[in-house]
């Protein structure tokens, strides 16, 4: 594969100016060698890490590299290997820091919107049912999924949150605030008017071929026992609306191969060749954080075997290719509760679900997208030394050069805001910094840590993935997917004689083949 020309030799600690050099000249050599792919893009897999800025990027790259007992900062993570990358201005229509919906929603759907309103216009402000309903069809916002399922390509979405939480919920609905995730967390104004995220997902669209996440309390009435733990307590509809047996009688009704799943052992038992259908409902709420998960039978699978398993079920459409959204959902999640180890935890499962979709498709036919909707107040920073642990103290060399004025130690990593501020700052000494649930210290006391400003990465290869090329305004992405794929706005409108002639032949293919095996020899000596 000429992806692997992009990987960097793995330096240790100690190379010389010479093998510096070297690894400098390999990349300029390949760079130079660079040519667009142009083609159309029959597949798309659209990678979002929620909450995944750049900081996170950094330690979570050191920190892999430390788990294998590497200085760490060489490491080279998936979406580094890939041949483009840009950046993404975040902010929403009416925000200057956003939330997860309304950048879901500029992502897939190609405009900016307002704060926590998810699949609708800007037209519409948070919690407008009534200016919804008022506006009808030219108040909502239409995915590039949707889009895709109307040129006939399979579509899936696979998040490690609710099935009905902001980021996948912009694929599929239409709503004015993303809380209305079941009819009970809808406003009373707008209750029975507006539908909620889950009703809209069963009975709007029951062609997603694959619906892999949690949130099954959502879907089943209050009550009504949940299938894991038996216990009534935990599921919220009060309409009386069982949306897991409406999901099976659509199906059944439309005489479609398709499966219910919410246990590990029934995932791992689906046959992909088989089944056509799939609604997967790991947990009453998010899945679990990986190093948390159940891994029996009865458990979860991870963000990684849900991806592997979408991407065999949507790859038999041979003809026209599919979409799917995958979300590492809980890298954010951490990140609120200031739980650095599991955010760079999530980001590794993450990068996981990235190297099995780069594995099992063809960077000739299939655009890959790696990026986040925004980005945290999360630093690593105090000049410490090459290798110093990630979730550790900055070492005490590095500290002199600007010690702390309270005279304490203090981590590497920390938060703008967020749970872990303490008036008078903890002493540090002795402290298991690198817990699973140890809690970074934060400048300003809040019981959530927020969102960040900052421009967030977009990595890409394949098909017109060289549009990626700057700094862009976030929903320039749903743009890009639409041109590469031919499909939505740019049906007609894609240049597709051009590129069907102009786009990578056989010969390009080789000539990067033979040039990476030329590389590959030289890095590995
Ligand atoms: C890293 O080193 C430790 C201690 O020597 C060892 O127990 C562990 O297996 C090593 N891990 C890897 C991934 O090599
Ligand atoms: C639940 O349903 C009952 C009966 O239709 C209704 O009176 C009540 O207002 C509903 N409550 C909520 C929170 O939806
Ligand atoms: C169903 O989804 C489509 C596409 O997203 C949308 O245009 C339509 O208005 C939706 N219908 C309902 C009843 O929500
Ligand atoms: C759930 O059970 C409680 C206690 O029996 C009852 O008060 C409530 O109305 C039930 N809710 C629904 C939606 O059936
Ligand atoms: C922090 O704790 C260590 C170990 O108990 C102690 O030696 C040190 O003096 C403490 N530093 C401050 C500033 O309190
Ligand atoms: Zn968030």
Redesign the pocket.
């Known amino acids: 594969m000429w992806r692997r020309v992009f990987v960097v030799l793995l330096p240790i600690f100690g190379l010389c100016s010479e093998d510096w050099n070297r690894m400098a000249k390999e990349m300029l050599t390949s760079a130079i060698k660079m040519k667009p792919n142009t083609g159309v893009a029959k597949n798309v897999i659209l990678f979002i890490g929620d909450g995944l800025g750049v900081s996170t990027l950094n330690a979570a790259r050191i920190y892999r590299g430390q788990k294998n007992n590497k200085t760490g900062e060489e490491t080279v993570l998936e979406w580094e290997k890939f041949p483009y990358a840009a950046f993404s201005k975040i902010y929403g229509a009416d925000k200057q820091i956003p939330d997860s919906a309304q950048t879901a929603t500029a992502i897939l759907g190609g405009v900016k919107v307002n704060y926590k309103t998810v699949g609708v216009t800007d037209a519409v402000p948070g919690e407008g049912c009534d200016k919804l309903l008022e506006l009808g069809e030219a108040g909502k916002v239409i995915s590039v999924l949707r889009k895709a399922l109307s040129e006939g390509k399979s579509t899936g979405v696979v998040t490690s949150t609710r099935l009905t939480h902001a980021t996948p919920a912009a694929t599929y609905a239409h709503s004015a605030h993303r809380n209305w995730e079941s009819?009970?967390d809808v406003i009373d104004e707008a209750?029975g008017k507006c539908h909620d995220i889950a009703y809209q997902l069963i009975h709007n669209n029951s062609d997603i071929q694959v619906l892999l996440g949690g949130g099954r309390r959502a879907f089943y009435p209050a009550n009504y026992s949940d299938p894991e733990t038996g216990r009534t307590d935990v599921n919220k509809r009060?309409d009386t609306n069982n949306l897991v047996d409406d999901w099976l009688n659509i199906q059944r009704e439309k005489n479609r191969k398709h499966k219910f799943v919410w246990k590990k052992d029934d995932f791992d038992n689906i046959d992909v060749n088989n089944v056509d259908y799939v609604l997967g409902l790991f947990s009453p709420s998010h899945m679990a954080y990986e190093i948390e998960r159940d891994k029996t039978g009865n458990g979860e699978p991870s963000l990684s075997e849900m991806t592997s398993k979408a991407i065999n079920i949507l790859k038999r459409n041979k003809d026209k290719g599919f979409f799917l959204l995958v979300e590492g959902g809980l890298i954010d999640i951490a990140h609120h509760d200031s739980l650095a180890k599991k955010a760079l935890e999530e980001t590794l499962q993450f990068e996981e679900a990235v190297k099995v979709a780069a594995s099992m498709t063809n960077q000739e036919d299939t655009l890959l997208i790696v990026t986040a909707d925004h980005s945290h107040p999360f630093s690593l920073a105090g000049y410490t030394k090459r290798g110093n642990p990630v979730l550790g103290l900055v070492d005490e060399e590095s500290a002199r050069i600007e010690p702390p004025l309270d005279k304490k130690p203090y981590t590497a990593l920390v938060y703008g805001n967020g749970p872990g501020y303490k008036a008078d700052r903890e002493n540090l000494t002795g402290v298991d910094t690198a817990a699973d649930n140890y809690i970074q210290q934060s400048a300003v006391p809040l019981e959530y840590e927020t969102h960040s400003a900052e421009d967030v990465g977009i990595f890409s290869q394949g098909p017109m993935s060289h549009l990626f090329h700057g700094v862009h305004e976030q929903h320039y992405i749903a743009h890009v997917i639409q041109y590469a794929a031919c499909i939505g706005d740019y049906r007609e409108n894609c240049d597709r004689e051009e590129r069907s002639t102009s786009g990578s032949t056989v010969p390009e293919v080789l000539r990067w083949l033979l040039l990476a095996s030329f590389l590959a020899s030289r890095i590995e000596t």
């Open positions: 009819d009970v209750r009060n």
